[in-house]
């Protein structure tokens, strides 16, 4: 990480907001002031003005057993009435909410109410289906406009839904049904990947079969399923519907009723330190706020005239955030793109930014770093001029891709924000606003307006200007995880109990410094979380799944610095003594990287697998990871002193060798 920090630090270049853009921004500096005045006088001025409560709340904040917060508590609201009815009912049904274009090429428009009319008939078929209040939905489905009206629906019933991203494996997808108890899965035939049809509903049969004898009690009734790669699938009578069928058949009358703003919203399962994901749960009031507010200020959102366009899959939080709540508060027009960005060609996402004259473009730094390697040409064959703001997301983006990205896609003229956040957070939380910020490339700069962060030592207290710690949030913030589903235990001691002391710090687990003018420069995680083009991944839970493989003995996993995918997953596997007896180790590394990528999802595939003879431990056992991601790194391999066997590391280099 140091030499990372000392290329940071070389960081000068400066990017002042162009006068013509501040005279018509949404943010002012005038926020902060607010916000600093009175932090939860200002929230709960924005909850009242970007939302519509069918009850007003009379508290902000109760903070009195912390961490479990409660925001605008004795309010009342429905979430997808705020994203979709009020607009209909403001005279803004015709708006397009949807510029949808599906990898091969077809496309629909859907304004606010067509989608409004969608997300009335799939709520009354959840309603029919027995789904109400509390209960859990999964939604395993492509980039399809389904996918969108399916978590709407699931919200205006009061349920609660857990999306999980279509490239995760049936073992994934079906250890989240079972954890979240789901009562139905809304999935789909298939989706376009790459030009080819990606099947899903097999894995939800498959997640699904018959787990007699195996002490899980099915939860699942129904499976609801949308028809879009036209692909063969089983089907199982009684308990499998066509959305086609029973959709358009429902009627398009649904009111929708209000429900405690404190009413989980969803659950968003996401890689902790351990094996095991963690279901996020998010509530509605808090989170809606927040993610209206950022969304508005952060992307400088003109309703009326911007075309809005978030790359991120609805599988993940940014797809939560910044594809569906955001901007349907918002009352925004957003692309919505199924597929990947080289397919057909390297130029697709470009040809969609000149199709739809797209003005906002969120994406990840990965994608951008890819971009870079093809070069300017491909972007330079379409017209980007319609664009006038940059975000990124999801990892820490290098200088040179963040000047990149505002040079050659920004025409040097569009400002460009780095936003901070994770699944936890609900919504950003640290970012420079455009229009009011000058930018720094490679630094996501200062916490929003409301928002309190800090850059503390091992002990929490504040490190001052010029020096590197850990992030925490020093104040609740309203779109906050309100814990982890079935595990309040786990939330306490992952996030809060690191700073106990401080009452009330949040752990972020990423490092941070401050600059000498006390702006943020994220440096990746602390922990053994992995950051793999902008997807978290954790190391037990890739080990956990090597070593379920007949030949592992023993695995550890570590992220290792890739160039454009920022870290990459590389394994260190011993293999058993009696599988080698059998069988012949050729192929057996490749053998491994697939298996995982079945196991999780091919996002978990090592890029590397070493098969060696022993893993560097220390006396007590503990394997040390940090000599391992030497290795993985080509660098020479640090101080091994604590290492109950000293020699093991140059045995383990030599055979990575
Ligand atoms: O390490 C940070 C990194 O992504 C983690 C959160 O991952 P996830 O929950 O999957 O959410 C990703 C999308 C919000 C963080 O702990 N991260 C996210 N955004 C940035 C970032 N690191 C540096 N700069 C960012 N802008």
């Known amino acids: 990480m140091s030499s990372q920090i000392d290329h940071l630090l070389d960081e000068d270049r400066r990017f002042a907001p162009d006068p013509a853009f501040t005279a018509q921004a949404v943010a002012t500096a005038e926020l902060y002031e607010r916000a600093k005045a009175d932090r939860l006088g200002f929230w709960g001025d924005e909850a009242r003005e970007l939302l519509t409560w069918s009850k007003p709340f009379t508290e902000v904040l109760d903070w009195s057993n912390p961490p479990f917060a409660k925001w605008f508590a004795d309010g009342e609201l429905n979430v997808a009435y705020n994203c979709l009815d009020r607009h209909v009912e403001a005279g803004n049904g015709d708006r397009v909410a949807l510029l949808w274009e599906g990898e091969p090429g077809d496309s629909r428009r859907i304004t606010y109410a067509e989608l409004t009319d969608e997300v009335k008939r799939v709520a009354n078929v959840l309603a029919g289906l027995g789904v109400g209040e509390g209960d859990r939905v999964a939604i395993y489905l492509p980039m399809i406009p389904e996918a969108v009206a399916a978590m709407l629906a699931v919200a205006r019933v009061g349920a609660i839904h857990s999306v999980v991203f279509g490239g995760f494996s049936a073992d994934s997808l079906r250890s989240r049904i079972d954890d979240a108890g789901a009562k139905l899965v809304i999935t789909a035939d298939g989706g376009y990947r790459k030009g080819k049809v990606s099947a899903l509903k097999p894995a939800v049969d498959q997640a699904l079969a018959?787990?007699?004898?195996?002490?899980?009690?099915?939860?699942?009734?129904?499976?609801?399923?949308?028809?879009?790669?036209?692909?063969?699938?089983?089907?199982?009578?009684?308990?499998?519907?066509?959305?086609?069928?029973?959709?358009?058949?429902?009627?398009?009358?649904?009111?929708?009723?209000?429900?405690?703003?404190?009413?989980?919203?969803?659950?968003?399962?996401?890689?902790?330190?351990?094996?095991?994901?963690k279901g996020i749960l998010h509530t509605s009031g808090g989170y809606a706020t927040q993610t209206a507010f950022t969304h508005k200020n952060v992307f400088d959102l003109h309703p009326e005239s911007d075309v809005y366009w978030c790359t991120a899959d609805i599988g993940w939080i940014t797809g939560h955030s910044y594809v569906v709540y955001g901007p349907l508060a918002n009352g925004a027009t957003q692309v919505l793109y199924e597929g990947t960005p080289d397919a057909p060609h390297p130029g697709r996402w470009w040809e969609i930014v000149e199709k739809y004259g797209v003005t906002v473009l969120y994406t990840a730094p990965t994608a951008i770093r890819s971009f870079m390697k093809i070069g300017r040409a491909v972007p330079h064959r379409f017209d980007l001029s319609s664009l006038r703001v940059l975000g990124s997301v999801g990892e820490p983006i290098n200088p040179e891709a963040w000047v990149w990205y505002r040079s050659v896609i920004g025409a040097d003229r569009t400002p460009v924000v780095d936003t901070w956040w994770q699944t936890e957070t609900g919504a950003i939380m640290v970012s420079a606003l455009p229009g009011i910020t000058e930018t720094k490339p490679g630094s996501a700069q200062v916490a929003l307006?409301?928002?309190?962060?800090?850059?503390?030592?091992?002990?929490?207290?504040?490190?001052?200007?010029?020096?590197?710690?850990?992030?925490?949030?020093?104040?609740?913030?309203?779109?906050?995880?309100?814990?982890?589903?079935?595990?309040?235990?786990?939330?306490?001691?992952?996030?809060?109990?690191?700073?106990?002391?401080?009452?009330?710090?949040?752990?972020?687990?990423?490092?941070?410094?401050?600059?000498?003018?006390?702006?943020v420069w994220l440096l990746g995680r602390v922990d053994d979380v992995m950051n793999v083009s902008g997807h978290r991944l954790s190391t037990a839970e890739i080990e956990s799944a090597l070593v379920a493989h007949e030949a592992t003995a023993e695995a550890a996993v570590v992220g290792a610095s890739d160039e454009t995918t920022g870290q990459a997953v590389v394994a260190f596997v011993i293999i058993k003594e009696s599988y080698l007896a059998e069988h012949a180790p050729e192929g057996l590394a490749n053998d491994l990287r697939l298996w995982v990528g079945e196991q999780i999802g091919p996002i978990a595939r090592p890029r590397d697998v070493y098969i060696v003879g022993e893993l560097p431990k220390t006396r007590s056992g503990k394997i040390m990871r940090r000599l391992l991601r030497d290795v993985a790194e080509g660098r020479e391999v640090g101080d091994t002193t604590t290492l109950a066997d000293t020699a093991v590391m140059s045995v383990i280099s030599a055979q990575v060798k």
């Open 210 to 277: 018959d787990r007699n004898g195996s002490g899980v009690q099915e939860t699942v009734e129904h499976v609801l399923v949308v028809k879009r790669g036209g692909n063969d699938v089983e089907w199982t009578e009684g308990r499998d519907l066509w959305w086609h069928d029973v959709v358009p058949e429902a009627p398009a009358d649904h009111v929708a009723q209000g429900f405690p703003a404190e009413n989980p919203l969803f659950i968003l399962y996401t890689s902790g330190t351990t094996g095991k994901p």
């Open 449 to 519: 307006p409301g928002i309190s962060v800090d850059v503390v030592d091992e002990e929490g207290a504040h490190v001052g200007n010029g020096n590197g710690g850990l992030l925490v949030i020093t104040e609740p913030w309203p779109s906050m995880l309100r814990g982890i589903w079935g595990d309040p235990e786990r939330f306490v001691e992952t996030y809060w109990e690191k700073f106990a002391d401080k009452g009330g710090f949040y752990f972020a687990g990423d490092g941070a410094r401050l600059d000498e003018d006390g702006d």
